[in-house]
Structure formats: C-alpha cells, structure tokens
C-alpha cells in the first residue's frame, strides 16, 4: 500500500529519500514541489515538504494556488504517483484501469498550516534566477485532511483519476489568521 502524506516537514524524516525539486503546470502556471519518502510502520509514505509557485503576476501567484488548490494538489499526486522510481520503490508496476482496479489507497496527511505567501528570488544552478512565491508556514505540527484517495487510469477519457472520501482535519486546528491547504 502507498501512502502519501502531506505533511509539514522543513526536511526528511531519519532514513526517507528527498526528492529533487519537481515541477508541474496547471493553467500555464508552474508549480515547483519537493517530497520525501520512507517507510513507516510499515507503509510506503510520502510526504511534501513544500510548495511553491514561480512568479508570474497577474496570472501565477499564490493566490492562483489558493483558487485550484485541489486540482493542483491532484496533479501532484498523480505525478508522484505516475513516476516509475516512486512506483518501483512502492512495488506497482503500473496503475490499473478504472473502475475495476486501484493502484493503491492513499492516506494523506496533506494539511500545511500557512498565512499567505511569501516572494523570493532563488539562484538555480545554471546561474540563472527565479522569483517563486513559497507558502508561510504558520508551524511544523502535522494535521490530516484525514481523505481517502484511490488512483487509477480512466481508459475512456485516457486520463488518471483520483476519487477522494472524506474530508475532516485530524489534528490541532490552525489558529486564525492561519488555514490549512485541505479548505478547498
């Protein structure tokens, strides 16, 4: 079973692999992620550490991710989720069709507690730079969407399909003015 967690981590817990920084687009807008993943009692997991968004006002700010925070959220799943080092870390050879198969049930513990975001410039190894906006995080305590997730591929509309059940926070609440990534 794989397990992915969202989960507010500034680095990997002892003994999980960081990914390197991923990218995804949605709606034109890049959106940069870094994961971890480990073993935990006994499930394959995996948990973001972080998400930014390149810079690119009016159209690619932190308030675009606050308005497709599920849809864009989703896509990263399924990119970790697609991605042939995860799937033969976790033992899929490939994710089965909808709606007889299931590539696995996902437990997300995917609520970052954050304020807004904040600007910055990150030198790239290339030399070059980039203006991202990163989320501000509020704290470090881990919190559950507490959701269900099944992948699987849809062979009519030739595309991955998550399907979510279940959308109560498990944890501490976020203290206003902060709110967590799951209030979609």
Known sequence: MLVILFTNVRACPPGWTESARETITYN?????YI???????G???IAISEISVVYDPPLCTGLTF??????ITDKILIQIATDSTIRNWAGFAEIPNCPNGLMCLIRMYDAICYNGWY???RLNKD?????VESMNKC?????SCSETVTICWDVSLQEYVIIRVGSSLV????KWPCHTNCEY
């Open 35 to 41: 994961y971890c993943y480990g073993i935990n009692n």
């Open 43 to 45: 499930y394959h997991c």
């Open 127 to 131: 030399g070059t730079t980039t203006i």
């Open 66 to 71: 606050e308005l497709n925070m599920q849809n």
């Open 139 to 143: 704290d470090d305590k881990v919190r």
């Open 119 to 121: 600007t910055y410039t």
């Open 28 to 32: 034109g807008c890049t959106y940069e």
């Open 171 to 174: 944890g501490p609440p976020c």
